[in-house]
């Protein structure tokens, strides 16, 4: 199949690159509105042609929209005019409200995709062989779509390598929220704290391997956790309330000096990597 991708950079590009290494596309076309973005992708040679947004409507079965989560809602009028067998698979971080907003001409076509997978690394530049190889892709509310559309997405998705699970749009973001998003808003927060009160040089010379591992993901793209951060505003406040609790808890247990009760506490923490 001719599959056109929308967006190249870390999860366009690395999925360009997937379906290309397993030979799943006769050929991979791109579109991208980064005038910046257009000689990299072309020198790394992760698809075959750059083209225009009508032209890669015209010759793609498969589109795959690899753009920030606000952007993926922006571009569906451009599809009202897509052909009855043309799959449109978005890859957006949250998925409730991208399916509420997609218009019902177009539902059956749109397959509602989140690869949970990623690095804090964005752009062209970033796109790896190995991204989705052994990692989860949720799908969801498949109920609405037609089995053509539905066996081309499993099709793509088995083929380089990935798990699948079929859930509902709006446990998909509750869940999605504690695994992903929630992590990403306390490490940005703990990038701001340590730069409100660290000094440059300090910084430099003091941050080791567990501030690192904590703050890696603080680079992750603004623009884009902004974006998913305002679709998913209900469970991340939730979720933000929750973790104030946890927290609170273990300032009252150091305040109070209750150090046996704090180790039992971190010791129950523990046993997360025991499930992973």
């Known amino acids: 199949m001719n599959i056109g991708i929308i967006g190249l950079g870390l999860m366009g590009g690395s999925l360009a690159k997937a379906v290309k290494r397993y030979g799943i596309a006769k050929k991979v076309y791109g579109f991208t509105n980064s005038e910046r973005n257009k000689k990299d992708i072309l020198?790394?040679?992760?698809?075959?042609?750059?083209?225009?947004?009508?032209?890669?409507?015209k010759v793609s079965?498969?589109?795959?929209?690899?753009i920030p989560v606000d952007a993926i809602i922006g571009m569906f009028p451009n599809f009202l005019d897509i052909d009855e067998n043309t799959t449109i698979i978005d890859m957006g971080s949250t998925k409730e409200y991208i399916v509420k907003s997609i218009p019902q001409k177009i539902r059956k076509n749109f397959i509602a995709a989140h690869p949970m997978t990623g690095t804090e690394k964005?752009?062209?530049?970033?796109?790896?062989?190995?991204?989705?190889?052994?990692k989860t892709v949720v799908f969801c509310d498949l109920e609405d779509n037609g089995n053509l559309h539905v066996n081309k997405a499993f099709k793509i998705f088995q083929e380089i390598g990935m798990r699948i699970v079929v859930m509902d749009s709006s446990q998909h973001d509750i869940h999605a929220c504690y695994i992903s998003h929630l992590p990403h808003i306390i490490s940005f927060s703990l990038a701001n704290t340590v730069m409100g009160h660290e000094d440059p040089k300090s910084i430099i010379a003091l941050a080791a391997g567990g501030f690192k591992d904590m703050s890696r993901i603080a680079k992750s793209s603004p623009r884009m956790w902004s974006d998913?951060?305002?679709?998913?505003?209900?469970?991340l406040l939730a979720s933000i309330d929750l973790f104030e609790e946890h927290l609170q808890t273990a300032r009252k247990m150091v305040e109070e000096e209750n150090y046996e009760e704090l180790e039992e506490w971190m010791k129950k923490a523990n046993t997360l990597h025991e499930i992973l």
């Open 122 to 134: 964005s752009g062209p530049k970033a796109a790896i062989d190995d991204l989705y190889e052994g």
């Open 61 to 66: 079965d498969v589109i795959i929209l690899a």
């Open 43 to 57: 020198e790394l040679n992760l698809v075959d042609e750059l083209v225009d947004l009508e032209t890669l409507k």
């Open 228 to 235: 998913i951060f305002k679709q998913n505003r209900t469970n």
